[in-house]
DNA sequence: CCAAATATTGGGACCGTTCCCAAAATAATA
DNA sequence: TATTATTTTGGGAACGGTCCCAATATTTGG
């Protein structure tokens, strides 16, 4: 079926040397008479000799890739994390594999799987909306295998993660809804199974408490992100008979597809009800009305993941650290407010 | 550093077994007496047991791995077409493994070499903008293994390709703007290097041709994708004594950046300038104007590039086919028109 | 109850490297 | 020149599986 890949014997047998000897110059390792040096590197070259790394892998039980488990791929939030972080792997010597979850919880612990069994060296995973039970994850830990979390973390596992002061975001977002005047925001908040989430949700309750506005349950609707649902939801917001003039969005996709449904019910936006969402988006600062939202140091967190990750491997079991980073947000203020 | 990683070794020594039995109860293949394999079984769950791929790997020659080498991850273009051929591979058990050139050669050449080590069993590459030496992968065709091209493809390889009728499309769009009235119709173009970039201008100089409009090549502009430059040929060309009372731009990116440099300058879309893009990323109907712009069949790109790797994996090297799909194009009017 | 048939298990080669140790070749020294 | 020191090379184990063939254990039938 397929040629016969070249391998160091074919150009021991060639030069009438052992394997050792080539193997030795390929690694560029002890002393070898410049005369066979010289052959080995000619005739690798010429017969495009590349090394099977699945056969040094094997033998150092290192593989030097690093695994990447993201729930999706579609909104541009884990794109940019992704290739933040592939830049400090590949920096530092590793391979990246990504695979997207696809939001559920079968195609997560079949990633992992795939993972484990491909040998890589450490994993950065943001688990699914789903994802309740851990035990696909924890495998790695018991199997010294280093593991990092971003974004949707995983409360009951002591390893590093990176996440963002989503309080603080919302906190500061609703905030700046309240001092501009509106009375009562809405917040279309992601499922409860997560605990960004909730985060979420403390900082815009927080907000209005401090506030002195009383929190309206009415206005509050958790729900699993699925886009396709949103119109309900807003639709159902604004045929209350009292209803907001101000929508939080736990993300920006939401906050886009809100602010679509309202445009087609003919409401201004932000004059009769301002939006804000989550995360700035590719998107947010190109549509019209250009969406205001809470920013996260995108690029910051696949780096940091990344470099945390490097680290463990570079650690033995024994001193694993479990710093959780958690970086800050920025409100950008755009037309949707 | 790392933990022992649980092998069938550890599970026959345990059960008093021979590792060939173990074998045979976990590839589910020949008769093992049913309390032989039920006790494997027990004890392989037990210690989480995972096969090794490396191992598996290196003796069966398949890794059941495809590579994927973009050249970025920005736009929503490839993120989108690596999700639709991943799940054509995935469906028929192959992994992927994903990397971005970054628009540079030398990462290309780098990917390719990692793709290789690691023995991939097929790859799926569309070309950086710099690209024009392919020995890097001309490697792959003399050593058995699979390649097979989409969007920007290598004219000097016969090996499966993807691509649009870039022509028709450009053509289309061109021709549209002609028949709404529109008489001096700028292209922002990409790169000569790359043959999309001549076909799609191929196509917009035929639409002129055909309308009896000449052609003038002081509307005419190739860049090399780099967006910043955008806002320096727009202004370029609305400072002309007689401006473009149209853009047709050679992928959306282009076409959104130059929407911004117009907004800024206060010109109206469509009425003072139409534009037109190419690809219809995600952002292109959100945004403000909405962008008209020439659809790709995205999704079937992806899914028909992996398909077609797939079936040559599949097919013995002396029958390798080298068909090249040419997929339809979709003219989206919106509102930037 | 014993031979033959069948079910179950074990032994070992193999995949492509690296690495350690010993062997051979060469150079240096007395 | 003989002997030792130093280069240079070769041999073989190891990594973790699969698979073929032989060996053993268990049934079955006459």
Redesign the interface.
């Known amino acids: 079926?397929?040629?016969h890949?070249v391998t160091i014997i074919d150009i021991a047998r060639a030069l009438n040397l052992s394997k050792s000897t080539v193997s030795r110059v390929l690694t560029g390792h002890a002393n070898v008479s410049l005369k066979t040096r010289e052959a080995v590197l000619e005739l690798a070259k010429k017969l495009?000799y590349?090394?099977?790394?699945?056969?040094i892998?094997?033998i150092s039980?290192?593989?030097n890739t690093i695994g990447i488990i993201v729930p999706e791929?579609?909104s541009?939030y884990f794109?940019?994390v992704?290739?933040a972080a592939?830049e400090v792997a590949t920096q530092a010597g590793y391979?990246?594999?990504?695979?997207?979850s696809n939001e559920t919880y079968e195609t997560e612990v079949a990633n992992t799987?795939?993972m484990?069994?491909?040998?890589v060296d450490g994993i950065i995973v943001s688990i699914t909306r789903e994802t309740k039970n851990y035990d696909h994850l924890k495998?790695f830990e018991?199997?010294?295998?280093p593991i990092v979390f971003f974004n949707r973390v995983c409360d009951e596992m002591k390893v590093p993660k990176v996440i963002v002061d989503d309080f603080e975001g919302a906190y500061n977002a609703v905030d700046y809804l309240i001092k501009n005047g509106r009375k009562r925001i809405a917040h279309l908040a992601g499922p409860v199974s997560l605990r960004i989430s909730e985060r979420r949700l403390d900082g815009y309750k927080s907000a209005l408490k401090k506030n002195n506005i009383e929190i309206d349950e009415e206005l509050i609707i958790s729900y699993d992100l699925g886009l396709s649902k949103v119109k309900i939801y807003v639709n159902h917001l604004l045929n209350l008979e009292n209803p907001p003039d101000a929508i939080f969005a736990v993300n920006d996709p939401t906050a886009?597809e809100a602010i679509?449904v309202i445009k087609k019910r003919g409401l201004k936006i932000p004059e009769d009800i301002a939006i804000i969402g989550f995360s700035n988006d590719?998107?947010s600062a190109?549509?019209?009305?250009s969406l205001t939202t809470v920013a996260q140091p995108i690029a910051e967190i696949g780096m940091t993941a990344a470099q945390l990750l490097i680290d463990q491997i570079n650690r033995?079991?024994s001193d694993w650290k479990a710093v959780t980073k958690v970086l800050k947000t920025e409100l950008i203020i755009r037309e949707s407010t």
């Open positions: 079926m397929k040629k890949q495009d590349q090394k099977n790394m699945l056969a892998s094997l039980k290192k593989t791929f579609s541009s794109p940019q992704i290739i592939q391979n990246t594999v990504v695979s997207q799987k795939v484990l069994a491909n040998q495998i018991r199997k010294g295998i886009i679509q590719y998107a190109l549509m019209a009305p033995d079991v």
